[in-house]
Every structure is written in C-alpha cells, then in structure tokens.
C-alpha cells in the first residue's frame, strides 16, 4: 500500500457556505412569526382553559350544547348539500358552450368579493322593516313578511346558506379540474357502447373523480369549523344566542368576560377537528 492511500479522508469543513449562511438568515422572520403569531397564542390558550372548573361551567352552559348541535348540523348537513351541489355544477360548466364561459365568471363572483360587506347586505336585506325581501312581499302580497332572523331555524338556515353559496364556486372549481382530468376517449368509447349519461357517471365519471370529491369534503369540513363570519355577521349568534356555532361561542364568551370559558370552548372543538385532520393526512399520505 501506497502511503496516499493509508492516509485518513479528511473530514468536510465545518464552516458554513454562503448559501447555508443566507438559507438559515431568511428562515429566522419566518420562525419569529410563527413562535410569536401561532406557537406563542395556541400555548396561552392551552394554558387559560387548564382548569377542570372551566370545563364543568362550560357543560352546564346549555349555549354549548346547542352550539356543538349546530355545529353538527353545519358539518352534516350543510357541506354534504354544499359538496353535492359542486358535484351536479360541475357538471354543467364542462360544457362546451360559448355561454356557458360567462355564466362561470357571474358563478365565481361570491367567492371573489369579500365576505364582510356581502353578508351585511344579505343581513339587511333580511331586516323585518326595511329589508329589501319584506318590502317586496308587502308590495306584492299587502302582508308583512316574517322576521327572518328572529327564529333560530331560520336564522342558522340563512347562515348555512350564506356559506354555501360564498363557498360553492371554490369547490366547483375543484371538481371541474378533475372532470376535466379524466381522458375524453373513455366517454367515447362508452358512446359507442350505447351507454346513458347516468352509466357515464357512474362507471366512468365517480370513480374517477372520488377520492378528489371525499378529500374536498373532508377539507371543506376542516375549514367550515373556522368559519366565523357566515354566523357571526348574520345573526350575531341570536336570536337568545341559538344559533351559535363553536367558532363564534368562544366571543359570546369573551364578551361576558369569561376567557376561561373562551378558551375551554376552543379546546373542546378538538375533537370535531382531530379526526377529521387524521382522516385528511390519511388520505393525502395513499
């Protein structure tokens, strides 16, 4: 053996390059954003709702339970509605119609304009007195229209309304790009086979597009456990705070003054939004 190859390999050098320098310089703004935006809020939350007390004064509020069934229903009824909805659109904006263009941007407006001044001009328009709706029917019937948000079905039925149409165009839009992922050649030949539009669909159209449809429907359930604005701008969580969800009971809360509850509140939202963030990696991770 030679005595260059007996030699030991020399070790790498630890000085930083350059570009190591810089990467780890332009990464500290961001830490310090989230240690203090997110890390920092979430730790004191956790720590304000670490009483037992604050979890037996919250159930023995009949507030959160009704706000935990509205929240149920929301998920339950209001984004299967909202999804099934996206699912027939689609449909209809894969079309190869010149109108149907122009129909798709009038369509994508209520997601585009922002939610505040859009869900206060729905609320006035529901107003008993002076809304637009009422007026109307005085107008054309001779009788005063009901109050619409004086009645808690009604009240978290416009809500859930308010949702689903600021929300459809976003999820429309999703499952048109995947209709449009499916090759044309597969409906062809089902054509030529003499098969119907319901046989399309479900032989060729839903399998394809499944696993889009239930990852959309998990996550738009993950995000409609934050939507705050469709309830609270509407109806301010009344009337006698029923309609309420758990993401605007944590300011009915701190309103009264009671940040223990307010936090306890959040904490337990967790589990409406653990298993569905499980169910949602689970999904991504195939």
């Known amino acids: 053996m030679t005595a260059q190859t007996l030699s030991p390999t020399p070790r790498p050098s630890a000085r930083l390059t350059p570009w190591d320098f810089w990467g780890r310089i332009l990464v500290v703004p961001y830490l310090l954003v989230f240690v203090v935006f997110v890390l920092y809020p979430v730790c004191y939350g956790l720590w304000l709702a670490r009483h037992p007390q604050s979890y037996v004064d919250l159930f023995n509020d009949p ?12 998920l ?3 984004i299967n509605i909202k999804m099934m909805v996206a699912l027939v659109l689609s449909g209809f904006f894969v079309t190869q119609r010149w109108w149907i263009k122009i129909v798709a941007a009038l369509f994508i407006l209520p997601w585009a304009v922002p939610s505040i001044p859009t869900i206060l001009s729905v609320r006035f328009m529901l107003n008993p007195e002076w809304g637009i709706i009422n007026s109307a029917i005085f107008r054309w019937t001779g009788i005063d229209g009901p109050n619409w948000l004086n009645d808690p079905t009604l009240a978290l039925t416009f809500a859930m309304l308010m949702h689903i149409w600021k929300s459809l165009p976003f999820w429309t839009l999703i499952l048109v790009s995947a209709r449009l992922a499916i090759p044309s050649e597969q409906y062809e030949a089902a054509s030529v ?6 046989q399309k669909f479900k032989f060729i159209t839903w399998p394809s597009m499944r696993s889009i449809y239930l990852t959309s429907t998990i996550l738009s359930m993950i995000w409609t456990l934050g939507d705050f604005n469709s309830v609270y701008l509407l109806t301010g969580g009344g009337p006698a705070d029923l309609t309420h969800v758990l993401a605007t009971l944590g300011i009915r809360y701190l309103r009264l003054d009671q940040v223990d509850l307010a936090m306890a509140s959040i904490v337990v939202a967790l589990p409406f939004v653990l298993p569905l963030v499980y169910f949602m990696m689970k999904r991504l991770s195939k």
């Open 76 to 78: 339950v009824v209001g």
């Open 193 to 198: 086979d003499g098969a119907t539009q319901w």
């Open 63 to 74: 507030i959160f339970f009704r706000s935990a069934l509205n929240t149920l229903v929301f």
